[in-house]
């Protein structure tokens, strides 16, 4: 089967999240069960040279949206299997980041019509056109727009997956024909409109021939108010069309056996190499060189719904059970700051890395005992799953992905990998942080076995893999 998985970022070429964890692999995990696969990006100016140097130049067109008329290059590239498609317009993509300006929408509406309308150009039509979240949610609805007076593109299936439903695209109704040179008929009949705004997210659920999202959980709590955020009796509506598949992570890039990143590496078999990599995190971040403090990290975006709050509320009482602190990530200003002055009232104890990178994120993981996620929502999470393969022992909050893929090593259980606590409140969090501090300090063969079942568990795309491709083919 051909398919073009559209998608705002992907590793290793461009990346802000986990969305890019998963553009960057499972396009990779489905050619490698057969499928023909391609995937389509835009070609923002932190694309490196050494990329760029891969690609080829194909073609051009212009791409009209409203009254905008707009060159659009196409560069290609093959790489683990899979076509890497680049749309080139710098004027659009040669910024600062990659979103956060004041016209993402205008951005992301020129490249969703720029990838239908490249379709032709492609090396071959795609039977499924595989979106991903509101940056590409335009390209189901350009797509049907221009369906109805182009016979190639008729057939064409889509899937369209919601990584983080607090993301919608949200524009005013005035855009509709300004932004995104949209027929007041698809206002009219609701597939845009939501709550008297433009929603793109809206849209693309209602107009894909299927929708999924990132783990079986998820899918069940976006029914419920309190994690849809307003998009409940969308959900709803769809039911009969959404699907709950649980990310994987590349097993090839994240493994301890192999991983350049890190100082030493190791197995779950021979574990020296990752007392090595902590003594060394410890020493590169100012920590006290301790190989008997249980060192536990943060890597994460620095925002509410991540659960830092509860780090924040409870973060005396986290130092006063004797750990090492280890904080990765940017976000909130107001996070940035907590973290950084108390790596300054806690030196030698608490390191803060108001950062985003990758190599340190595989040290971190390398070089640490525990994990620490109590996020308040999270669809899938990716980082306890590298955690988890890097020996780290996660301690997370039962939501979402987390709770599809930590099992927990309470008392009586035979399987567990990791620490889970139920309510999002800082004593429940304190409660099994403590208990993940027992378990280091008291039963360190037990912690250890523990730690063992995450780096011997598969994470690997395959099963999911398997389950995209099922779905592509019932389409
Ligand atoms: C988003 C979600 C995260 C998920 C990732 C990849 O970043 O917040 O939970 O793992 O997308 O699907």
Known sequence: MNVLFVASEAFPFCKTGGLADVAGSLPIALAEGGDNVS??????????????????????????????????????????????????NEYYFRRGGLYGDY???????????????????????????????????????YLKDVATRWDAVRNIKTVFTIHNVEYQGRYGAETLYDLFGLH????????????????????????????????????????????????????????YKLHGVLNGIDMT??????????????????????????ADLQVSLGLREDPEVPLMAIVSRLVGHKGVDLVCEGFDRIMDMGVQLVVLGKGDEYYEDFFRSQ?????????????????????????????????????????????????????????????DSVKSCQVGQEDGTGLLFNDYKVEDMLGVIHQAVQLYHGDRAGFNIVRQRGMTSDFSWKRSAADYHNIYQNL
Request: glycine fraction near 6%; aromatic fraction near 12%.
């Open 184 to 239: 007041e008929g698809w206002w009219n009949d609701g597939t845009l409109a939501m709550d008297g705004d433009i929603n793109l997210m809206k849209a693309a659920m209602l107009v894909s021939d299927a929708v999924t999202t990132v783990s079986p959980t998820y899918a069940m709590q976006l029914h419920d108010s309190a994690y849809a955020h307003g998009l409940e009796s969308i959900v709803s509506a769809v039911s």
């Open 103 to 141: 016209d993402d929408g205008e951005r992301f509406a020129f490249f969703s019509k720029a990838v239908v309308n490249l379709l032709p150009s492609l090396n071959c039509m795609p039977d499924v056109i595989h979106c991903n979240d509101w940056q590409t949610a335009l390209v189901p609805v």
């Open 39 to 88: 995937v389509i990006l835009p070609l923002y100016g932190q694309i490196s040279q050494e990329w760029r140097d891969k690609m080829n130049y194909r073609n051009y067109i212009y791409v009209d949206v409203a009254w905008r008329h707009q060159y659009c290059g196409l560069f290609s590239m093959e790489y683990r299997g899979v076509t890497w498609y680049f749309v080139d």
């Open 253 to 278: 890039s994240y493994d301890p056996a192999v991983d350049k990143a890190l100082p030493a590496v190791y197995t779950p078999e021979e574990m020296e190499g990752k007392a090595k990599c902590k």
């Open 343 to 403: 790596a300054y009232r806690y030196g030698g104890r608490v390191a803060a890395q108001v950062t985003y990178s990758e190599a340190l994120s595989r040290r971190i993981y390398s070089g640490a005992d525990l994990f620490l996620m109590p996020s308040k929502s999270e669809p899938c999470g990716l980082s306890q799953m590298i955690a988890m393969r890097y020996g780290a022992v996660p301690i997370v909050r039962k939501t979402g992905g987390l709770a």
